[in-house]
Nanobody, 115 residues
Framework: QVQLVESGGGSVQPGGSLRLSCAVS????????MTWYRQFPGKPRELVAS???????NYTDSVKGRFTISRDNAKKTSYLQMNSLKPEDTAVYYC?????????WGQGTQVTVSS
């Protein structure tokens, strides 16, 4: 059974940094695309960043230049380095993994940016 376990969320002051991690287990297949989404209260989940197996990345405009997505294929782990955090980044962050043709999700981790 595929499982995604996130870690690294928490509270930070504006301008601070956090690093989220997402470890994938239970799959014998390689992971095509790894993603990070976030969800604001009362809003649908939105894509923050994605990275494919070759390392090509995409970011939503609001995080470009501040967030960096990376992955370690051997460890089946993705990372989201978040710098220069703003209060509007406060959300629940979810990692995703596209394995073959199915997308799997982590349980979500809260990120709160507040002074």
């Amino acid at each position: 059974q595929v499982q995604l376990v996130e870690s690294g969320g928490g509270s930070v002051q504006p301008g601070g940094s956090l690093r989220l991690s997402c470890a994938v287990s239970g799959s014998r297949f390689s992971i095509n695309v790894m993603t990070w989404y976030r969800q604001f209260p009362g809003k649908p989940r939105e894509l923050v960043a994605s990275i494919d197996r070759s390392g090509s990345t995409n970011y939503t405009d609001s995080v470009k230049g501040r967030f960096t997505i990376s992955r370690d294929n051997a460890k089946k782990t993705s990372y989201l380095q978040m710098n220069s955090l703003k209060p509007e980044d406060t959300a629940v962050y979810y990692c995703g993994a596209l394995i073959v043709v199915k997308n799997f999700w982590g349980q979500g981790t809260q990120v709160t940016v507040s002074s």
